[in-house]
Nanobody, 121 residues
């Protein structure tokens, strides 16, 4: 079993920064690709970023490239999403996921409950 718990969401002004954390259970954390997805009301779930067990292997969605950075600390079983230069269109519930990796949600088997990010204009 894998359990994921997101934290760090909140309200931030446009142009500000926020860091999300995702705590994963179990030592098998190292074997999973980790991902961040987001979903706003009335919109499809959107790929944000992914990282392999090798922290040097990352990929980002076009909408967040050069603004967001995904990282992981395997010793702490934690993945992070550093979000800089936030824009109102970044407002969404952000979900942490674990699985085989990639840019589509069906490639991930485990999901957290989500943490809400609101960016005010």
């Amino acid at each position: 079993q894998v359990q994921l718990v997101e934290s760090g969401g909140g309200l931030v002004q446009a142009g500000g920064s926020l860091r999300l954390s995702c705590a994963a259970s179990g030592r098998t954390f190292i074997w999973f690709f980790m991902g961040w997805f987001r979903q706003a009301p009335g919109k499809e779930r959107e790929f944000v970023a992914t990282i392999s067990w090798n922290p040097g292997e990352t990929a980002y969605g076009d909408s967040v490239k050069d603004r967001f950075t995904i990282s992981r600390d395997n010793a702490k079983n934690t993945v992070y999403l550093q979000m800089n230069n936030l824009k109102p269109e970044d407002t969404a519930v952000y979900y942490c996921a674990a699985g085989s990796g990639g840019k589509v949600s069906k490639s991930y088997d485990y999901w957290g409950q989500g943490t809400q990010v609101i960016v005010s204009a």
